[in-house]
């Protein structure tokens, strides 16, 4: 099963810029997207509901904001959307859902670069989304949990580490966050298999030619419990491809499932 996460940016423009080619280059079984930024009335048929495919929306109530979207080759039983509900989700940041046996977690967590206010939210979020999340990486079930974190979490994951301390994304506080997560029990996918190197970043500013020299952050996770880790086989970015349509690429797993 090929799983894979991705910010796209929103779901209108990407599709102009041909992400479903890209979605056929990749052929992952389970789509887990973030920052649609439409609900499903406002799509085509072919988006809205895409041939060949099971899909839950959960888009956010401001109009052409956030929101995310879960697409599955096989059915989907939904078990969850938001933290404690859908009302407590009017950004539209979490769906989690049964794919067969595997568990997946589409995550959007909020960035905080706009201000003090939003960072706020985020910092709410990351207090309340750690112990939510506890509860799967102790589960039986192979777990995934995947999206745009908004953190970079070591040196490693930013090109210019120095001169983004105080920038949002990666604050202290915000990358020591990212440390107790996985120390309760989720396994950084990309990292564990590509072990201590610059990257593979997954996002980049559309300034000062960062994309052409790869000058990136990696804030786009797939996160596994115990019981995925276990299971997986491969994992990469498409930053080639992916960022013809977004400033993200996706991320992708292969588990044995």
Do not use: C
Request: cysteine-free; hydrophobic content about 40%; charged content about 25%.
């Amino acid at each position: 099963m090929i799983v894979t996460a991705w910010n796209v940016n929103g779901i209108r423009a990407a599709a102009r810029k041909g992400m479903l080619d890209a979605i056929d280059r990749i052929k992952p079984d389970v789509l887990l997207l973030q920052e649609v930024r439409a609900r499903p009335d406002q799509l085509t048929a072919a988006l809205a509901a895409p041939d060949g495919w099971h899909v839950h929306w959960h888009p956010a109530e401001k109009p052409g904001y956030a929101g995310t979207a879960i697409w599955s080759r096989e059915p989907l039983k939904i078990e969850s959307v938001g933290l404690n509900g859908r009302g407590s989700d009017p950004e539209g940041r979490v769906i989690v859902a049964r794919v067969g046996g595997v568990r997946v977690v589409s995550v959007y967590l909020p960035s905080g670069s706009s201000g003090e206010h939003r960072q706020a939210v985020k910092d709410q979020w990351l207090e309340a989304f750690e112990p939510w999340a506890a509860r799967f990486a102790r589960s039986r079930i192979p777990t995934v949990i995947g999206g745009d974190f908004n953190i970079a979490h070591t040196e490693r994951d930013i090109f210019h580490a120095k001169s983004n301390q105080n920038q949002s994304g990666f604050l202290p506080h915000e990358r020591a966050w990212m440390g107790d997560f996985l120390a309760g029990g989720w396994h950084d996918i990309v990292r564990l298999e590509h072990g201590d190197v610059d990257g593979p970043y997954s996002w980049w500013s559309n300034r000062g030619r960062a994309r052409e020299l790869d000058r990136g952050w990696r804030i786009d996770y797939v996160m596994g419990n115990k019981a995925a880790d276990k299971k997986t086989h491969r994992s990469w970015i498409d930053r080639e491809g992916g960022l013809t349509v977004s400033d993200h690429a996706p991320v992708s797993v292969e588990l044995d499932v």
